[in-house]
């Protein structure tokens, strides 16, 4: 009987979750949904477990906020499914490179470091080869009309096709010259040269916009689909391809063209690549690279942009992938070794991690002796204060130094010059920022200088800016702040501010109640306005008096 009755809980909570899970499927897919429900299940217990083992103070029951709003709990459930996802592409991402090289595909590398970047985000092998059909279709019907006998013609999706025939060869190279970039439109990203996005398969095919390597990468890999085999070079500050014109294997530089993908699939001898870069290489630059060397620089292109970044969470971001993406493929690497050992304890975060890599720096090259030991001494430091954490300093409003202080966290604002919306997640009396910071920015052209209150804001376009009060005003009709940080610092939106979250809360403990004191001046609510609701939908008004 009991057991009878468990069945049939078990089967309506399942019927429950196919409910609710059903969008997420393709109608046509045939799905076990009683296994689905249990590995769903499963998965769920150890997400659990790893977010208690992270971090007791997110993970604390808060009955008086509604989990499924709560900002908080979303950005660090983002967080935690961004680092799990990327552990699973890393176990793939060792398994690829372990394999045979004559079994590597660049075009699944490049996949596998694009999925590493963006854990969150829809991209497959599957999906990038989808596309790619799509356009080697196209590219045989336009060889269809020059030569409707072409092998390439015969070949059909997963064909290991090879054509010898040189004439037949260039006909493939014309006809997929002619596809990619007077049909398709496909260039080189000469404009926004360092966007990350231009590394990224998934980016460069919605795009149709990239850089040499990734553009090469596809190149060759629609190359090969139809029969033509073309070989990735190294070439410096250009990546290119190379496409023998004599016997296969030859090691004379002369018996190749050099294809530009970049530059719409311009044919160029070795002599014209030179011209290509301004100067003289020796011809080793002209050889064919292994699988693992194309995925190597395509990540140390993505390395050199995250240096090359604003110190922002982003660069930092993309920084950090990078380099565990290089250390994977090439693990005993002491500059970067370093630079990561480095850039964690920059950031304060996984001080252990830092001493692991210390570690393994010291048993590769002792003369980083200095190095490694500096950093090991903080980070001992660090694990120590950690085990005996500081208070916050609270800033108090009614403190005497505070009394300039016009506006409070949560407030949506809008910047008087430059017109941009944002919120308010910290501010200062006076500005904080560096003597070289203040002469850049310009602030002693400002009516108060430096001498007044300066905010740290979340702005719409995902930037975090450190605003002075002049600048800043109320935003007549509140709106949502689309901040990828938001919920690090706020709970819930509530129509016209946001409500800070318990960590922002002991940081700045005398805001809140100013916050709503301000949100009813400003917006008029008819009636006394909760931490959690915010009131009617009403035309919100500007009111000087909170203005600078």
Not at 81 to 107: D, H, M, T, V
Not at 277 to 285: E, F, L, S
Not at 297 to 305: E, F, K, S, W
Request: charged share 20%; with cysteine; proline share 5%.
């Amino acid at each position: 009987m009991m057991c009878a009755m468990a069945e049939e809980g078990l089967g309506t909570s399942v019927q429950t979750q196919v409910a609710k899970a059903t969008k997420y499927y393709r109608q046509n897919e045939p799905c076990d949904w009683l296994n689905e429900y249990k590995t769903r299940h499963v998965v769920g217990l150890q997400i659990r477990r790893t977010v208690e083992s992270i971090s007791k103070r997110f993970f604390t029951e808060v009955p008086c906020v509604d989990r499924r709003k709560s900002l908080t709990l979303k950005y660090y459930a983002k967080k935690i499914l961004y680092f799990l996802r990327q552990q699973n592409i890393l176990r793939s991402l060792k398994a690829f490179l372990g394999q045979p090289s004559e079994q590597q595909s660049a075009l699944e590398g490049a996949v596998l470091v694009d999925q590493y970047c963006n854990p969150l985000a829809d991209v497959s092998l599957q999906s990038i080869s989808a596309q790619l059909e799509e356009i080697t279709d196209k590219v045989k019907k336009t060889l269809r009309i020059k030569n409707p006998s072409h092998p390439s013609l015969r070949a059909n999706q997963g064909d290991c096709l090879v054509v010898e025939d040189f004439e037949l060869q260039r006909q493939v190279v014309c006809a997929l010259n002619s596809v990619l970039y007077e049909q398709l439109q496909y260039k080189g990203n000469e404009c926004d040269y360092y966007n990350p996005l231009n590394s990224y398969i998934h980016q460069v095919l919605l795009r149709r916009t990239g850089i040499p390597i990734s553009l090469s990468v596809l190149y060759m890999t629609l190359a090969r689909k139809l029969g033509v085999q073309l070989e990735p070079v190294n070439f410096p500050n250009h990546f290119l391809l190379r496409w023998c014109q004599q016997r296969r294997g030859s090691a004379d530089i002369y018996d190749y063209i050099y294809i530009d993908a970049f530059g719409k699939g311009k044919q160029l001898t070795a002599k014209e690549c030179e011209y290509l870069i301004g100067h003289q290489v020796t011809a080793d630059y002209y050889s064919a690279i292994s699988t693992t060397e194309v995925l190597l620089r395509m990540v140390g292109n993505l390395l050199n942009i995250g240096k090359r970044g604003e110190g922002n969470e982003k660069s930092y971001q993309l920084l950090r992938d990078s380099l565990d993406l290089y250390l994977t493929i090439n693990p005993d690497n002491v500059q970067y070794l370093l630079l990561q050992a480095r850039l964690y304890f920059h950031l304060g975060i996984w001080p252990e991690k830092v001493l692991d890599i210390l570690q393994h720096i010291q048993a590769l090259d002792p003369s980083q002796h200095g190095a490694v030991g500096y950093l090991v001494q903080h980070t001992l430091e660090h694990i120590q204060h950690k085990k005996h954490p500081v208070e916050p300093w609270a800033k108090k409003r009614s403190a005497p130094e505070h009394q300039e202080v016009h506006y409070s966290v949560g407030l949506i604002m809008k910047h008087k010059r430059s017109g941009y919306n944002c919120v308010i997640y910290g501010w200062d009396p006076r500005c904080t920022m560096s003597q070289e910071w203040i002469t850049t920015m310009r602030v002693h052209q400002l009516s108060y200088g430096e001498n007044q209150p300066f905010y740290n804001v979340l702005v719409q376009d995902g930037t975090c800016r450190y605003a002075a009060q002049e600048n800043l005003e109320p935003h007549s009709a509140p709106l949502e702040i689309a901040h990828p940080e938001v919920g690090r610092y706020f709970s819930e939106f509530c129509g016209t501010h946001y409500a800070a979250n318990e960590e922002l809360q002991t940081r700045y403990p005398e805001d809140t109640h100013e916050t709503l004191r301000t949100v009813q001046e400003l917006y008029q609510s008819p009636g006394p306005i909760s931490g959690q609701d915010g009131p009617p939908g009403q035309q919100a008004q500007s009111h000087n008096a909170t203005n600078v």
